[in-house]
């Protein structure tokens, strides 16, 4: 074992510098296959600081959980600008979900991986995280369907056919859940297979969905065929 660095810093860059080491180590190893002694090494401190700091090898993994959770979150949400179009605004924030979990490959892996998988906790974290993509999911899918309306009412006035989106609120909801359980799915595939960028599995969800999505704001839902009972 290396020798261990003594350094003084603010607790807080401290405290950063061991959930760095502990999100490499539990991305790459899982949350069993980990020890606090890899941990620390990592990190560059002593095992007992680590205790001190962050408890326990459960406080760790959950303090990981959550700053990777909310940095996700905030990288969609800062990816998406107000003003474009709405076919804009998911692709924007598609390509930042998809940068993001690129980009932090372990951190995704804890999220989408091992914090499922080990105990109830850890999966009530990543819940909520969930939930708040779905909910702002839900706020595009809203807002599309808010800004297809006026284009419908121009329609009527000139007298085409309207086809007015009419959306009700269960539909939205399981949307904004399929949408996010694509992207899932999507971006752990997109890391385990070389060569595919962010923008690429963006734009393979973007291909996927919003030709559904684009069809439901200009009313023209797909209807299931009807069958004799």
Known sequence: MGAVKTKR???????????????????QRGYMAASMDEIAELAGVSKP??????NSKEDLFTACIRREGKA??????????????ADRQ???GLQAFFAHTAEHPDGWSILHLQARTHGEPFAAEVAAMREELVAFVTHLIVVAARAALPQALGCARAGRDPRAPDLPEREVAGLAEALVGAAE????WANATPGVTARQAAATLMNFAWAGLGNLMEGRPW???VTAD
């Not at 807080?12 to 959930?19: I, K, P, T, W």
């Not at 600081?49 to 962050?54: A, M, Q, T």
């Not at 799915?185 to 752990?188: E, G």
Request: hydrophobic share 45%; no cysteine.
């Open 9 to 27: 810093m603010p607790r807080a860059v401290r405290e950063q510098q061991m959930l760095d080491a502990a999100v490499r180590t539990f991305g």
């Open 49 to 54: 600081l680590v205790y001190l700091y962050l």
């Open 72 to 85: 996700l979150t905030q990288a969609v949400r800062d990816g998406v600008r107000s003003g474009p179009t």
């Open 90 to 92: 998911l692709w924007d």
């Open 185 to 188: 799915s999507l971006a752990a």
């Open 223 to 225: 209807s299931p065929p």
